[in-house]
């Protein structure tokens, strides 16, 4: 493990590599504990560059065997060979081969990055410097080179060898009981890109044909007998590569693309040039097994891995500070995928919800940074949700602003201009200006501040000039290494909504640019007035939320409880009832802090009875809208000084509330309606069941007495895992009297599946129970818990610290003791995902002063550790900024 102060990595500091690596030979010979790795690297120093300049080459706990240079054996004085590096002190002028030998032992690679074995597979994550692990390398991802790669293994314990590209040649070895396979990849890539798999696999298989009537074979490699449940995951892959021809005009371009889950990944996904190694989590899924929001994460991530082929793959990052140009452009791209797949705006919604959940705390505390960073120690902690949903939000801001047809023919001429290419976001943004003829200078300040402007708008209605005028504002909040921001351009889509509920058309609009319906906001402050407008209107800003801002538009309850029933936007007709949820939250936390009165606003109640009533609403918005701003959103929105006691007590005081309001509808809506019907996996189908589920939550939280005996039957009758998913987390979170039986029936039912038993453990590490944190220690002693495999840590640790406020947050520190020990418990044996629970305490000064101290408290002890991971002491560090 990297336990060193690791010197910060700096944008400005960029050069490009000395020497080219045109080819890549690899001959790889596998066992669990010592495989074999013989690199045939074809070098060529870079124009300009001075002959005899030393080669460098990256390693990480590489263990070295041998080198060659042209075929022969090279004097030790010649290099330097150890753990961390490779360095050839005088290599030749001209274009010369160098042969290294390293072995690597994939059982004792717990940090899941290089070569490693799931379940007795073998496999590899190269993203972000993973490949120097398997042997030394220009292990950056401006090294593009044509790879060819011989797998050799033991033909019982891998019958299955899979690598990057077409398979070329494969065969027995006589007289052994070894056999090989080739494969050659013939387009240029990054050693970040570079996989191979090898073992005991079934599979699953089916074929594409694209729009050029290249016929592509595919197959989804599984552990035996998991295959039946790749089905969604294969249409998902279909329809993706589909979408990519009429969208963006994409094809796909080799013989074969190969999809292996594996159970053991620190991540979701990755997309290696046709051979995306994923988390099982995000292929297998059953209506026995597996939710909605299971279905609808495969599809996106499916889809995310497979669009990364031109986003990402053809066209990579120069350096790892150019990280969003792949990830913001390919989630943009899963984005409207998902859009065009189901509904759009339900979709929009669920984004804005993650991005606010995510992003916003991230932007907003210790580890802010920009979209393209400038500044690093450990790459691994800068995928994060700024990277990826930021980053997607800053090209859907470039849409918004060129048009589709002025976005389309930028991305056109990004696909022709840089294919093949290593670039940068510089590169991006020129395709655009160049496409649309436009000025992306301010733009471009997306990339490099960090933090969410907070947007206001006032408005004022002047009747006798019928004229309406918006005061807008733009700011950004003091961050560290950021004590000032400069305004950025922040389109604006809006309406003027007359009384009748339509639109209302301005003859004229001054002091802003706008297009179509679309204001561009540009300066800190702006004043716009609407011409022509002959009554009072109600303006509905950030329509589809159109830019990542805080916005705050000063709106009454009249207005907001109007755009809750008649905007026709309807991202923002869901946004007027979070407002109006969050502002009555937040007087409720008040009172409840002071022990005052719980009591709802009935005009508030009113709302929700409204969108039960309104039969004209798709299933799956009204469950969007019925639900309430999580304890989480409302702790941010507060700010400082967050009781998560009072938070808690609010939000349910809220619930039980609308839930006695409207007891009768809530009624008419339970699961039974749905249950009759065979499962379907569309939209749909999981809108009317997230809308029984919403249902079932608000009838228990009213406290009718016939509740507990309503979720129990909803959970036995369940014919599907959102439902009985559902069902269970109520009877858990409410501790209902079935608790305990349903928790064991759910284990006896799904205990051979470890992603069932994931969502076990999950609903049992939320419980908001008084004794929660006793709950989920005493659980990580059962059986089925491992600390090992990230996905079963997640889904008990991470997902208590994460969606456990009250008892994270607990005021007697203990909550945090807690994670900090499973963290340090961790790091040694995977850093990565350590990290990755680290990061659960960045918003930890917005908490009232007991609990930041106990927070801080645990924070040091980590930093106090003697021997912490490069990852945890960059976080940490940056948590005690
Ligand atoms: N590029 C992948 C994400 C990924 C990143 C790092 C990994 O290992 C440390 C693994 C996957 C994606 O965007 O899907
Ligand atoms: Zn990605």
Redesign the pocket.
Same mark, same amino acid.
């Given at each position: 493990m990297r336990t060193d102060t690791a010197a910060a990595i700096h944008l400005e500091d960029y050069q490009p590599a000395p020497y080219h690596i045109d080819t890549v030979d690899l001959d790889i010979h596998l066992d669990p504990t010592a495989t074999q790795v013989k690199a045939t690297l074809a070098i060529r120093r870079r124009e300009g560059v001075d002959p005899g300049t030393p080669l460098w080459l990256n390693g990480d706990e590489t263990a070295f065997t041998g080198l060659a240079l042209n075929g022969e054996a090279l004097d030790e004085s010649a290099y330097t060979a150890n753990e961390r590096e490779l360095v050839l002190h005088a290599p030749p002028a001209d274009p010369f081969t160098l042969e290294i030998r390293t072995w690597v032992n994939p059982d004792a690679n717990t940090q899941l990055?290089g070569l490693y074995r799931s379940s007795g597979n073998y496999c590899t994550?190269c993203? +972000?410097e #993973?490949f120097r692990r398997i042997t030394y390398f220009l292990d950056r991802p401006d090294v593009l080179s044509v790879y060819t790669t011989r797998i050799e293994g033991r033909k019982e314990e891998t019958p299955v060898l899979l690598g990057n590209g077409n398979p070329v040649e494969s065969g027995d070895i006589p007289g052994t009981d070894h056999h090989y396979a080739i494969w050659h990849d013939p387009h240029p890539k990054p050693s970040y890109l570079f996989a191979m798999v090898a073992g005991n696999l079934a599979h699953i298989s089916d074929s594409f044909v694209t729009s050029s009537g290249r016929k592509v074979d595919l197959k989804i490699y599984v552990e035996p007998g998991k295959e039946d449940r790749c089905g969604w995951a294969m249409d998902s892959l279909k329809r993706s590569m589909k979408w990519d021809e009429d969208v963006f005009g994409c094809e796909y371009d080799l013989d074969v693309f190969n999809i292996v889950a594996v159970s053991d990944? %620190?991540? #979701? +996904?990755?997309?290696n040039k046709g051979l995306n190694i994923f988390n099982d989590k995000y292929v297998l899924a059953d209506p026995e097994t597996a939710t909605d929001q299971d279905y609808a994460n495969i599809e996106a991530?499916i889809a $995310?891995?497979y669009f $990364?082929n031109w986003t #990402?793959n053809r066209i990579t990052c120069r350096d790892w500070f150019q990280l969003c140009l792949?990830?913001g452009l390919?989630v943009f791209r899963d984005q409207e995928f998902s859009s065009d797949m189901r509904s759009r705006a339900v979709k929009r919604i669920s984004d804005v919800r993650l991005l606010r959940a995510h992003q916003f705390p991230e932007d907003a505390g210790p580890l802010a940074h920009p979209v393209r960073p400038r500044k690093y120690t450990e790459i %691994?902690n800068f !995928?994060t949700a700024t990277v !990826?949903e930021k980053g997607a939000e800053v090209v859907r801001m470039l849409k918004t602003l060129l048009g589709d047809s002025g976005f389309r023919k930028g991305m056109d001429l990004y696909f022709q201009r840089h294919d093949g290419e290593a670039t940068t976001i510089e590169a991006f943004l020129t395709c655009f200006s160049e496409a649309a003829s436009t000025d992306l200078g301010q733009f471009a300040r997306w990339y490099e501040q960090a933090g969410t402007p907070l947007v206001t708008a006032k408005g004022h209605y002047d009747a006798a000039a019928n004229e309406f005028t918006l005061d807008l504002s733009q700011s950004i909040a003091p961050l560290p290494g950021q004590p000032e921001s400069l305004p950025a351009v922040i389109p604006i889509r809006f309406g003027l909504i007359g009384q009748n509920g339509e639109d209302i058309t301005a003859s004229r609009i001054t002091g802003a640019e706008v297009r179509g319906d679309v204001l561009l906001l540009t300066e800190a402050k702006q004043k716009v007035t609407f011409h022509g407008i002959g009554q009072r209107p109600v303006p509905s800003l950030l329509r589809g939320f159109s830019a990542p801002v805080r916005m705050e538009a000063h709106q009454s309850l009249a207005d907001l409880t109007f755009l809750a029933r008649h905007d026709s936007d309807p991202f923002n007709r869901w946004q007027a009832v979070q407002t109006l949820a969050t502002q009555e939250l937040i007087r409720l936390t008040h009172e409840a802090r002071k022990e005052g009165s719980l009591e709802a606003d009935d005009r508030l109640v009113e709302i929700f009875g409204a969108i039960l009533a309104d039969r004209d609403l798709d299933p799956a918005f009204q469950a969007l809208a019925l639900e309430l701003p999580g304890e989480a959103d409302i702790a941010r929105e507060i700010g400082k000084d967050v009781d998560p006691d009072a938070i808690h007590a609010a939000r349910t005081a809220f619930r039980a509330a609308i839930g006695a309001a409207h007891l009768a509808a809530f009624h008419a809506l339970l699961p039974e309606a749905t249950q009759d019907e065979d499962f379907n996996p569309d939209a749909a189908s999981a809108g009317k069941r997230a809308l029984a589920a919403q249902a079932l939550g608000y009838f228990t939280a009213s406290g009718t007495k016939a509740a507990p005996e309503r979720v129990w039957h909803a959970f036995q009758r369940a014919n599907n895992m959102s439902d009985r998913i559902a069902a269970l987390t109520i009877l858990v979170h409410q501790d209902l009297p079935k608790a305990g039986q349903a928790l064991a029936d759910f284990r006896s039912r799904h205990s051979c599946n470890s992603l069932a038993m994931d969502k076990w453990f999950t609903v049992q590490a939320t419980a908001p129970a008084q004794d929660g944190l006793e709950r989920v220690k005493a659980l990580t002693a059962h059986p089925l818990f491992d600390m090992t495999n990230p996905n079963r840590m997640r889904s008990l640790i991470q997902a208590f610290a994460t969606g456990n406020h009250v008892q994270f947050a607990r005021k007697d520190g203990e909550g945090f003791a807690f994670v900090a020990d499973c963290v340090m418990a961790i790091d040694p044996r995977n850093p990565?995902v350590a990290a990755r629970l680290l990061t659960c305490f960045r918003s930890w000064r917005s908490l009232e002063s007991e609990r930041s101290k106990h927070a801080e408290k645990a924070l040091l002890r980590i930093s106090a550790m003697e021997k912490l991971s490069r990852d945890c002491r960059d976080i940490v560090d940056r948590c005690l900024q």
């Open positions: 990055s994550q993203e +972000a #993973g990944f %620190n991540m #979701g +996904a990755m997309e991530v $995310h891995e $990364h #990402g792949k990830e390919t %691994n !995928y !990826y990565q």
